[in-house]
């Protein structure tokens, strides 16, 4: 089976967390932390000149990933050391509009993954082929939902086969010192609007005190990007505790 639709059915508060894939200063081996550390979902983000979502954490990784180059073999060097852990993350492709599908293919850099995000899939010109290349790859489609709820987005994250990132904040991921309260009513709209799919609340969550307050608002798990790239460069220690923190939060 798909380890994204295990994780899925194991029904508990899911933890999906951020990897800057090739970061010369991110090292893979830190891959096993977020899989000790009882983090689901691992995001292996494949670095995009113009990561027009993201913020300075995630971008700056990004930078240094394109700087360094062998970008394919290191995606799939990252994807398999997740596979290899037993009953581990499962892994989802993060990525944007100018991916380099020649490349993914000839490398087969999805032959370890589980799930593919690319920001606006849905107003991608040849979406129609990356979602046939997916489901070649059998990997499931992860829907993403921005803080405006607009009614393209719902229809779009109807027609996902997994789980739904919701912006919890306008703007580009980072930190940020409290989670709004009416992040709830976003949930509910969303559950409201017939989407039947876990709702993992993601952008800005930074604190395993947020990451609890998103369960209280009716979240099913949190997406945590920047925080992790910070803790990553702090070291092993620091990545483990701050995994281990949100984890213990989420789980209540």
Same mark, same amino acid.
């Given at each position: 089976?798909?380890?994204?639709?295990?994780?899925?059915?194991?029904?508990?508060?899911?933890?999906?967390?951020?990897?800057?894939?090739?970061?010369?200063?991110?090292?893979?081996?830190?891959?096993?932390?977020?899989?000790?550390?009882?983090?689901?979902?691992?995001?292996?983000?494949?670095?995009?000149?113009?990561?027009?979502?993201?913020?300075?954490?995630?971008?700056?990784?990004?930078?240094?990933?394109?700087?360094?180059?062998?970008?394919?073999?290191?995606?799939?060097?990252?994807?398999?050391?997740?596979?290899?852990? #037993?009953?581990?993350?499962? &892994?989802?492709?993060?990525?944007? @509009? !100018?991916?380099? /599908?020649? =490349?993914?293919?000839?490398?087969? +850099?999805?032959?370890?993954?589980?799930?593919?995000?690319?920001?606006?899939?849905?107003?991608?010109?040849?979406?129609?082929?990356?979602?046939?290349?997916?489901?070649?790859?059998?990997?499931?489609?992860?829907?993403?939902?921005?803080?405006?709820?607009?009614?393209?987005?719902?229809?779009?994250?109807?027609?996902?086969?997994?789980?739904?990132?919701?912006?919890?904040?306008?703007?580009?991921?980072?930190?940020?010192?409290?989670?709004?309260?009416?992040?709830?009513?976003?949930?509910?709209?969303?559950?409201?609007?017939?989407?039947?799919?876990?709702?993992?609340?993601?952008?800005?969550?930074?604190? #395993?005190?947020?990451?609890? &307050?998103?369960?209280?608002?009716? @979240? !099913?798990?949190? /997406?945590? =990007?920047?925080?992790?790239?910070? +803790?990553?460069?702090?070291?092993?220690?620091?990545?483990?505790?701050?995994?281990?923190?949100?984890?213990?939060?989420?789980?209540?």
């Amino acid at each position: 089976m798909n380890r994204l639709d295990q994780k899925i059915a194991g029904k508990k508060p899911l933890l999906a967390c951020y990897f800057p894939v090739a970061d010369p200063m991110i090292p893979a081996s830190l891959l096993q932390i977020y899989g000790d550390a009882g983090v689901d979902i691992v995001e292996l983000g494949v670095p995009s000149a113009n990561p027009f979502m993201d913020g300075a954490d995630v971008a700056q990784a990004m930078g240094r990933a394109l700087a360094n180059g062998a970008i394919w073999p290191s995606y799939v060097s990252a994807a398999a050391a997740l596979r290899r852990q #037993a009953d581990g993350p499962a &892994a989802v492709c993060m990525t944007y @509009a !100018d991916l380099d /599908v020649a =490349g993914l293919r000839a490398a087969d +850099a999805w032959r370890d993954i589980d799930g593919l995000l690319m920001v606006h899939l849905e107003r991608h010109p040849d979406r129609a082929a990356i979602e046939e290349y997916a489901q070649s790859k059998n990997l499931r489609l992860v829907g993403f939902i921005d803080s405006e709820l607009t009614p393209t987005e719902l229809e779009a994250a109807r027609q996902t086969s997994s789980y739904i990132m919701l912006q919890a904040a306008p703007g580009p991921t980072g930190p940020r010192t409290r989670l709004t309260g009416d992040n709830s009513a976003k949930i509910a709209s969303v559950k409201g609007s017939g989407i039947t799919q876990p709702i993992l609340l993601g952008f800005g969550i930074s604190s #395993a005190e947020q990451a609890g &307050a998103a369960m209280a608002m009716g @979240a !099913d798990g949190v /997406v945590i =990007g920047s925080m992790c790239v910070r +803790a990553a460069l702090q070291g092993e220690q620091a990545l483990a505790e701050f995994l281990k923190a949100v984890r213990t939060a989420l789980d209540g």
